[in-house]
């Protein structure tokens, strides 16, 4: 597995959060049963680089928490049964790994976002983390029915892992 955590944003006042965001990413993957060591990038910004992408991908002149950038176009959400190993499009194909996508995070909407919930920085990060995983293996929640599947999910990957909105940090 490759995760690449690239922090543009400098220090980040959440302990271990390179720990935080693998292990969010691992029990994701497994989660959904993926048989593939996969690829990711994760990038770590401000809420000024954050608005900037998301005008340019999405013409949404805001600051957002989370841009999920999906490499995969599923039949189905995490159905992997299309993807053949063999297809380079989807593969990294020096590593062999799915590449699922990338991610950007906005910390300082991860403390903001902390604050307004009453919850840790840490439990946040994660949450924006599951969050993330769930769209790069195709869920959504345009609707109210996949918005309420999607918070099933996010909030098991995140009890699993012990990061619930009770969470405090050490």
Same mark, same amino acid.
Request: glycine content about 2%; proline content about 2%; charged content about 25%.
């Given at each position: ?6 922090? =543009? ?6 302990? &271990?959060? $390179?720990? +935080?965001?693998?292990?969010?990413? =691992?029990?994701?993957?497994?989660? +959904? #049963?993926?048989?593939? $060591? ?13 608005? &900037? ?11 957002? #928490? ?12 995490? &159905? ?6 063999? &297809? ?15 991610? +950007? ?40 029915? =996949? ?20 969470? $405090? =940090?050490?």
């Amino acid at each position: 597995m490759s995760y690449n955590i690239i922090n =543009e944003y400098g220090d980040i006042a959440i302990r &271990d959060y $390179e720990k +935080v965001i693998c292990s969010i990413i =691992e029990q994701a993957i497994q989660y +959904v #049963d993926c048989p593939f $060591e996969c690829e990711i990038n994760i990038i770590l910004t401000n809420n000024d680089t954050i608005k &900037d992408i998301n005008n340019e991908q999405r013409n949404i002149d805001n600051a957002t #928490d989370v841009l999920s950038f999906p490499l995969i176009d599923y039949t189905f959400p995490a &159905d992997f049964q299309n993807i053949c190993e063999n &297809d380079a499009e989807y593969f990294n194909i020096q590593t062999g790994e799915l590449l699922l996508g990338d991610i +950007v995070i906005s910390i300082d909407k991860v403390y903001e976002q902390a604050i307004a919930y009453n919850h840790s920085n840490t439990r946040e990060l994660a949450f924006l983390v599951a969050h993330s995983m769930l769209h790069l293996f195709g869920f959504d929640h345009i609707d109210d029915n =996949e918005r309420i599947d999607m918070e099933k999910k996010q909030e098991e990957i995140l009890t699993m892992k012990g990061y619930t909105r009770d969470y $405090e =940090e050490i």
